[in-house]
């Protein structure tokens, strides 16, 4: 399965002090929502102001040596770094499944079905450097799934990944023996004979915010309760699997509102926070109830980094003024990273899970998916509003380069999922 070994370690540790200038141009796009948000910001990784919301625990238990990995089956190449690799043209092998074979994809992410003329975004496989990825089977996994509840917990990237999953195991279930249900921020797929279940629970920056409901939310003014919890974590209690994710809604620019206290109350202490700051408090706080709530002999927990967007062609060499409209190719530049991921997050995100009593995996998603400036869903989706003649005229101005298509890349991320989960 696995063949040798070299040495990928090293380049996973990167300190950035300063960056300089970035412009983002995030669209945040999800269901019927569309916002833009255009936010010139310096970064400055800076010490924390150890503000404290709640009451944060460090638990900096030493990990026992030879605990064994829940759900493992054989360890991986020790040395193989999964997520250092290049994409490789493969019409052989992929995609996984067709997009009418998988009923569960929304509207949101079926390109093909809302016109995307172009097919080779399907045929990519990831190929990592120094072994292979196991093929993904969907049997074996759902046999090792049997009992159990895997949740995914985040944003509309998230979502993608976890109808990815159901989208790559359902096939192998009988057609009366499976449903999707949702109940407010809750979807859950249930695979009946084997009593497993796949959740998604909607909560885009983790902790609370002005943000939770999962159909009608708020895409500015986003206001963000640190370190609360509870009105999320409250449906997580027996989870055996998760899957976090938390960022593209934290790009509010260098800045973002922090409540203390109960968005109930009559005055309400509304602060700003340096996004990097914000953000480690809520990380803490879902680890705090990770710990509390989770075992590292029977569960795993697992953190996909951030999903990057391609909003300027500029950066990868393309003409001014455009963004993922029209890519067909993946950038093959080995260095390419694109300025909608932040590096202050991704080191802080390395520093916030080591030596902790529950490990964490991490889904290092990000350079892999910088390299598909193809692979969004573009404007080949459900269009939500009606799109006005200038719009139509200029197609890039409505384009969608933050959510990706499926089936595609969100396939790879779950090939990781799976590498990582049972050949750890
Ligand atoms: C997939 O897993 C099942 C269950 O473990 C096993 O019986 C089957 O042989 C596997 N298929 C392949 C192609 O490896
Ligand atoms: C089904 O799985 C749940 C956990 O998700 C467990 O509590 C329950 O006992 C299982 N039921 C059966 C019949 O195995
Ligand atoms: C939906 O969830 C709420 C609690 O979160 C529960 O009270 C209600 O019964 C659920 N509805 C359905 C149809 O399951
Ligand atoms: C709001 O919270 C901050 C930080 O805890 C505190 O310093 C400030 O006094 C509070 N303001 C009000 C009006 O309560
Ligand atoms: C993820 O991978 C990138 C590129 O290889 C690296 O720079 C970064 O440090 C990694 N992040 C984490 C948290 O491992």
């Given at each position: 399965?696995?063949?040798?070994?070299?040495?990928?370690?090293?380049?996973?540790?990167?300190?950035?002090?300063?960056?300089?200038?970035?412009?983002?141009?995030?669209?945040?796009?999800?269901?019927?929502?569309?916002?833009?948000?255009?936010?010139?910001?310096?970064?400055?990784?800076?010490?924390?102001?150890?503000?404290?919301?709640?009451?944060?625990?460090?638990?900096?238990?030493?990990?026992?040596?030879?605990?064994?990995?829940?759900f493992?089956?054989?360890?991986?190449?020790?040395?193989?770094?999964l997520?250092?690799?290049?994409?490789?043209?493969?019409?052989?092998?992929?995609?996984?499944?067709?997009?009418?074979?998988?009923?569960?994809?929304?509207?949101?992410?079926?390109?093909?079905?809302?016109?995307?003329?172009?097919?080779?975004?399907?045929?990519?496989?990831?190929?990592?450097?120094?072994?292979?990825l196991p093929?993904f089977?969907?049997?074996?996994m759902?046999?090792?799934?049997?009992?159990?509840?895997l949740?995914f917990?985040?944003?509309?990237?998230?979502?993608?990944q976890f109808?990815s999953l159901?989208?790559l195991?359902?096939?192998?279930?009988?057609?009366?023996?499976?449903?999707?249900?949702?109940?407010?921020?809750?979807?859950?797929?249930?695979?009946?004979?084997?009593?497993?279940?796949i959740?998604?629970?909607?909560?885009?920056?983790?902790?609370?915010?002005?943000?939770?409901?999962?159909?009608?939310?708020?895409?500015?003014?986003?206001?963000?309760?640190?370190?609360?919890?509870?009105?999320?974590?409250?449906?997580?209690?027996?989870?055996?699997i998760v899957v976090?994710?938390?960022?593209?809604?934290?790009?509010?620019?260098?800045?973002?509102?922090?409540?203390?206290?109960?968005?109930?109350?009559?005055?309400?202490?509304?602060?700003?926070?340096?996004?990097?700051?914000?953000?480690?408090?809520?990380?803490?706080?879902?680890?705090?109830?990770?710990?509390?709530?989770?075992?590292?002999?029977?569960?795993r927990?697992f953190f996909a980094?951030?999903?990057?967007?391609?909003?300027?062609?500029?950066?990868?060499?393309?003409?001014?003024?455009?963004?993922?409209?029209?890519?067909?190719?993946?950038?093959?530049?080995?260095?390419?990273?694109?300025?909608?991921?932040?590096?202050?997050?991704?080191?802080?995100?390395?520093?916030?899970?080591?030596?902790?009593?529950?490990?964490?995996t991490i889904l290092?998603i990000?350079?892999?998916?910088?390299?598909?400036?193809?692979?969004?869903?573009?404007?080949?989706?459900?269009?939500?509003?009606?799109?006005?003649?200038?719009?139509?005229?200029?197609?890039?101005?409505?384009?969608?380069?933050?959510?990706?298509?499926?089936?595609?890349?969100q396939d790879t991320w779950n090939e990781l999922l799976y590498a990582k989960l049972f050949f750890p």
């Amino acid at each position: 399965m696995k063949s040798p070994t070299s040495n990928q370690k090293k380049n996973s540790i990167s300190f950035y002090i300063i960056s300089l200038c970035f412009v983002f141009f995030v669209v945040i796009l999800y269901g019927e929502d569309f916002g833009c948000i255009l936010s010139q910001s310096t970064l400055k990784l800076q010490e924390p102001e150890e503000e404290k919301p709640d009451q944060i625990l460090s638990l900096q238990t030493e990990q026992e040596k030879d605990l064994v990995v829940p759900f493992a089956v054989e360890r991986g190449e020790k040395e193989c770094n999964l997520f250092s690799g290049s994409w490789v043209y493969d019409e052989e092998t992929r995609p996984l499944y067709q997009e009418e074979e998988c009923p569960y994809i929304q509207p949101q992410l079926t390109c093909q079905a809302y016109g995307r003329p172009d097919k080779g975004y399907l045929h990519w496989r990831w190929q990592p450097h120094d072994c292979d990825l196991p093929s993904f089977n969907a049997t074996f996994m759902l046999e090792k799934l049997r009992g159990k509840r895997l949740m995914f917990i985040g944003d509309s990237l998230n979502r993608g990944q976890f109808v990815s999953l159901v989208c790559l195991l359902h096939r192998s279930i009988p057609e009366n023996s499976k449903s999707m249900t949702t109940n407010g921020s809750l979807t859950i797929f249930r695979a009946k004979d084997y009593n497993a279940t796949i959740e998604f629970f909607w909560a885009p920056f983790l902790v609370e915010s002005n943000s939770d409901d999962a159909i009608v939310h708020r895409v500015r003014d986003r206001i963000v309760r640190v370190g609360s919890i509870n009105k999320h974590a409250r449906h997580w209690k027996g989870i055996d699997i998760v899957v976090f994710n938390t960022y593209l809604w934290w790009m509010t620019g260098q800045k973002i509102r922090i409540l203390r206290g109960s968005f109930d109350s009559e005055n309400k202490n509304i602060t700003e926070m340096v996004t990097e700051d914000a953000y480690r408090l809520a990380v803490r706080r879902m680890m705090r109830w990770v710990e509390q709530n989770m075992d590292p002999k029977t569960n795993r927990v697992f953190f996909a980094t951030m999903s990057p967007c391609h909003e300027r062609s500029a950066e990868w060499g393309g003409e001014a003024g455009g963004n993922c409209y029209g890519e067909t190719t993946p950038i093959m530049d080995p260095n390419f990273w694109g300025s909608c991921s932040r590096k202050s997050i991704m080191s802080l995100v390395g520093n916030l899970f080591s030596g902790r009593k529950m490990p964490v995996t991490i889904l290092n998603i990000t350079q892999l998916s910088n390299y598909r400036k193809d692979a969004h869903t573009s404007i080949y989706k459900k269009q939500w509003n009606k799109l006005t003649a200038e719009q139509l005229a200029n197609p890039k101005s409505y384009s969608d380069c933050v959510h990706w298509c499926l089936p595609g890349l969100q396939d790879t991320w779950n090939e990781l999922l799976y590498a990582k989960l049972f050949f750890p």
